[in-house]
């Protein structure tokens, strides 16, 4: 167990030991029961449960619209989000039957990206240790929107994520990597798509880790070992229509990534669950912060193969329209990839079956000096050459990728 680690569980543990806001109320020698009001009297348990979890479901917020130039305008996310909480306020009653519905009900919203591009307003509370262990807990849904980078674990940003759970984690996990989310995807520059949960560090494209091979220490799907009690995890990628080929082909290698988690299930992928998509949006983005880049390197950065306009260097004012003209929009392409946790035994038992089946049908038959057909004895294989699972990268010899 390394230092962070231990500091994380034993910060749990004391957070743990606390009374919580429950305690607090229920160890005080009186609280009203409300039998004057009908909610608690005429109502059954069932439906005041209802009319709970209606309220306190998360809705966008007409009076903060979201700028169609900014990182965080995609379908489904278009407004700021609101949930009435004030209703726990309005006495202790109330208070004991709905203190973590907002927890358990909604969607929470992770920003692995960089302070630019993170909603104004918005906060990354599950990782800056506000939620008290019980209140983790809680949590069901969980979406991160992660540059590639944090996802890869540069700076231990993922790690930090996966063993912030000591008591289990949420049930469903949804993961997105928009366009501008990609290694060197941004003003104008175009670095091949490559995603790799076996390998550590930066994924290239040509340098996969082999389908027999395991997970290597400290990749980020190795991490995933951290998490206990998963059962869903969604996998979100999206990149410009010009661009679909490249991400294409790492969905292709999706279908054999087998996720092992850290309760003894495996995240296997649900294929007839993909959905694949597109929108059209912006691309020229508010609070851009990063210098801007000259039209003849924007030029060399481009590849022959895909033919769109650079995306902005410069920030958008905010006096700018916020209607797409033609020359200002941009086609995406999405891809929704699902991973349903199952059991590590049954998962072992059918690809052995699968194996065996393959065999049989491979099998040569010979013939007999009786006439009857029979399958030929097998012969020990030779042994393969040993070879590298990782090409080394030579940046000499390898075909330019831009890398900004």
């Known amino acids: 167990m ?32 409300q039998l004057a009001s009908p909610l608690f009297t ?7 449960t209802e009319i709970f979890h209606y ?5 966008p917020d007409p009076s903060k619209p979201y700028s169609k130039h900014s990182y965080w305008y995609r379908p489904g996310y278009t407004h700021a989000r609101a949930i009435a909480v004030k209703l726990l306020l309005s006495c202790r009653r109330v208070y004991l039957e709905t203190v973590l519905l907002p927890l358990q009900l909604n969607e929470h919203v992770i920003w692995g990206v960089e302070r630019s591009r993170i909603p104004p307003g918005a906060s990354n509370y599950l990782l800056d240790g506000r939620l008290k262990c019980h209140q983790r807990n809680a949590v069901r849904d969980v979406h991160i929107f992660c540059q590639q ?70 990749s980020w799907g190795e991490r995933f070992g951290n998490l206990k009690g998963l059962r869903v995890l969604k996998l979100e990628l999206e990149t410009t229509v010009g661009k679909r080929g490249e991400l294409d082909a790492s969905v292709d290698k999706a279908s054999m990534w087998k996720i ?28 851009l912060n990063a210098p801007a880049v000259p039209a ?7 590849s022959s193969r895909v033919n769109f306009s650079p995306f902005a260097s410069t920030p958008r004012s905010n006096s700018e329209t916020e209607e797409l003209a033609p020359e200002d929009s941009l086609d995406y392409y999405v891809v929704l990839l699902t991973w349903r946790a199952r059991a590590a035994s049954e998962v072992e038992a059918e690809e052995a ?13 010979t013939t007999n000096r009786s006439g009857s057909t029979g399958n030929a004895p097998r012969t020990p294989a030779a042994a393969a050459p040993a070879t590298r699972s990782r090409p080394l990268f030579n940046r000499f010899n390898a075909p330019p990728t831009y890398y900004g």
Not at 42 to 48: M, Q, T, V
Not at 354 to 364: I, K
Request: charged share 30%.
């Open 2 to 33: 390394g230092p962070r680690t231990y500091i994380r569980n034993r910060r749990a543990l004391h957070h743990a030991s606390k009374p919580t806001a429950i305690d607090k109320i229920t160890t005080r020698p009186y609280i009203n029961p």
């Open 42 to 48: 005429l109502l059954p348990a069932e439906l005041r």
């Open 55 to 59: 309220a306190l479901l998360a809705t």
């Open 149 to 218: 980078s944090w996802l890869e674990d540069w700076k231990d940003k993922w790690l930090g994520f996966s063993i912030s759970w000591p008591e289990g984690c949420m049930q469903r996990l949804r993961i997105t990597v928009r366009h501008t989310d990609w290694w060197y995807n941004l003003l104008g520059e175009n670095s091949p798509l490559a995603l790799d949960p076996k390998r550590k560090g930066r994924a290239r494209v040509g340098e996969w880790v082999g389908m027999e091979e395991g997970f290597e220490k400290g």
């Open 260 to 287: 092992p988690l850290g309760d003894g299930n495996v995240l296997v992928l649900d294929e007839e669950a993909t959905e694949k998509s597109s929108w059209t949006g912006s691309k020229h983005f508010k609070g």
């Open 296 to 302: 003849r390197l924007q030029l060399s950065r481009q």
């Open 353 to 365: 079956a699968r194996e065996e089946a393959v065999d049989t049908a491979f099998e040569p038959t």
